[in-house]
């Protein structure tokens, strides 16, 4: 039982560069959430998927698009990467709603120069 | 507006020096209050959940309590592996999970 798995665990992009952040879920979760953690900020909802087939918008959504690509999988966006996006992004699912327990990833680390 | 504030931000005991961590918090309707601890580099790792005043938990040297107002993380005899960042959340009614900024604990041997 793996968890919450993401991928790559760093990542280091040029300004308007794209890229995709991948996750998946092991647990036949059916909430999955894309969160952002900077220094002095705390953990920020970015998108959030209640269920397969509909994703919603958190708290800084603008800049990033997801797609929940099925029930285990949820994926982030950058079209086009700036350096206000450098952070850390932990994906996250729980059971059924963000009432609910929720269980996170190892993050990944991504720079933008 | 919903709001959730940890105290001390950090804090540093001496191994075996009990003490305690807090989450005060305001929210429409108290749904849940989550606490996890986070090692640098590494995801958030869920520790308890907590959903009505009066309710405690406990697991190995920690325990958290609820009150209408606050919950407490209570670190008995800690060791060095207990340092890390410890956080809070709430969600309340309108179903969003309201983050704390943490406190660093550091355990000296």
């Known amino acids: 039982n793996a968890g919450v798995t993401q991928t790559p665990k760093f990542q280091v992009l040029k300004t308007g560069q794209s890229m995709t952040l991948q996750c998946a879920q092991d647990?036949?979760?059916?909430?999955m959430y894309w969160y952002r953690q900077d220094p002095g900020m705390g953990l920020r909802l970015i998108y959030y998927?209640?269920?397969?087939?509909?994703?919603d918008k958190g708290e800084v959504p603008n800049g990033y698009n997801v797609s929940r690509l099925n029930k285990r999988e949820f994926s982030l966006r950058l079209e086009s990467a700036a350096p206000s996006q450098t952070s850390v992004y932990f994906c996250?699912?729980?059971?059924?709603?963000?009432?609910?327990?929720?269980?996170f990833g190892p993050g990944t680390r991504l720079t933008v120069l | 507006e919903d709001q959730v504030t940890q105290s001390p931000e950090a804090l540093r005991l001496q191994e075996g020096e009990s003490s305690s961590l807090n989450c005060s918090y305001t929210?429409?309707?108290?749904?849940?209050l989550f606490w996890y601890r986070q090692d640098p580099g590494k995801g958030p790792e869920f520790l308890f959940t907590?959903?009505?005043?009066?309710e405690e938990k406990e697991k190995e040297r920690l325990k958290a309590t609820l009150t209408k107002k606050e919950s407490f993380l209570h670190i008995t005899a800690p060791k060095p592996e207990d340092s890390a960042t410890y956080l809070c959340?709430?969600?309340?009614?309108?179903?969003?999970?309201?983050w704390g900024l943490g406190t660093s604990l550091a355990v000296n041997p």
């Open positions: 996250a699912s729980s059971d059924r709603t963000s009432t609910d327990t929720q269980y």
């Open positions: 647990m036949n979760h059916n909430s």
């Open positions: 998927s209640a269920s397969e087939g509909t994703t």
């Open positions: 929210v429409s309707g108290l749904r849940g």
């Open positions: 907590l959903y009505s005043a009066g």
């Open positions: 959340a709430v969600a309340g009614n309108n179903r969003k999970l309201i």
